[in-house]
């Protein structure tokens, strides 16, 4: 049983287009997160949700746009792609407040931007 | 806001020996907890191990324990008897709310 899931593994796509990356989590977690893993692997928050509403939204380009329909869920869209946005998205779940449990992330989507 | 160090970029042991992984971390928040996480080539992020900002006890999970000195905000993790597996790259973190990493410590194990 996958604890969180992010689809699709891998994503190639041209420059300019529009693409989704879906995640689902079946921990019953009440947070959810968007972290973007750069090319020298580094790791930087994207956004978070906390039962669907959001309440973090680091400096990310506004054609990034992320949605919870419910608290298991959080989907994220990029329009017009660029090269810049070539990387390792992982979507991650945890329990707010913090008590210690961990963040659960999924096995990442590696977005490949030609 | 909350920053999180880790000084060396690589490291290598040899099978069965230790390694200590450095970290540092800055905060002005008193009750927040430390991670350890492991990433292998597979990319998948694996929780090796947690500490609670309040607990003096060091944290330990079989042979991965951890050092933490919470006024000098250092947080280093020990591998003992390394092996083959162990090689990743690894990343602390912390969190108060948000999980905030390090730049990562790529370790190599040689046979």
């Known amino acids: 049983d996958t604890a969180v899931s992010q689809t699709p593994k891998y994503l190639v796509t041209q420059m300019g287009n529009d693409k989704s990356i879906k995640c689902e989590q079946n921990?019953?977690?009440?947070?959810m997160y968007w972290y973007k893993q750069d090319s020298k692997k580094f790791l930087k928050i994207m956004f978070s949700?906390?039962?669907?509403?959001?309440?973090i939204n680091e400096t990310v380009p506004n054609r990034f746009s992320p949605k919870s329909p419910d608290k298991a869920h959080l989907n994220l869209h990029i329009n017009s792609l660029e090269l810049g946005d070539s990387a390792v998205y992982f979507c991650?779940?945890?329990?707010?407040?913090?008590?210690?449990?961990?963040?659960?992330f999924g096995s990442g989507t590696r977005l490949t931007v030609v | 806001a909350q920053t999180v160090t880790q000084s060396q970029p690589e490291m290598s042991v040899q099978e069965a020996e230790t390694v200590t992984l450095s970290c540092t971390y800055d905060?002005?928040?008193?009750?927040?907890?430390l991670f350890w996480y492991k990433q292998p080539p597979s990319r998948q992020m694996i929780l090796v191990i947690r500490?609670?900002?309040?607990?003096?006890q060091n944290a330990t999970e079989n042979r991965f324990s951890v050092n933490f000195q919470k006024a000098a905000k250092s947080f280093s993790l020990k591998i003992s008897d390394s092996q083959l597996g162990d090689a990743a790259m690894y990343f602390c973190?912390?969190?108060?709310?948000?999980?905030?990493f390090g730049t990562g410590t790529l370790l190599a194990v040689q046979p």
């Open positions: 991650a779940s945890s329990q707010l407040p913090d008590r210690g449990g961990g963040y659960t």
């Open positions: 921990l019953g977690h009440d947070t």
């Open positions: 949700y906390n039962n669907k509403e959001l309440i």
């Open positions: 905060t002005s928040e008193s009750d927040y907890y």
């Open positions: 500490q609670e900002a309040y607990k003096q």
């Open positions: 973190a912390y969190s108060f709310n948000k999980l905030i």
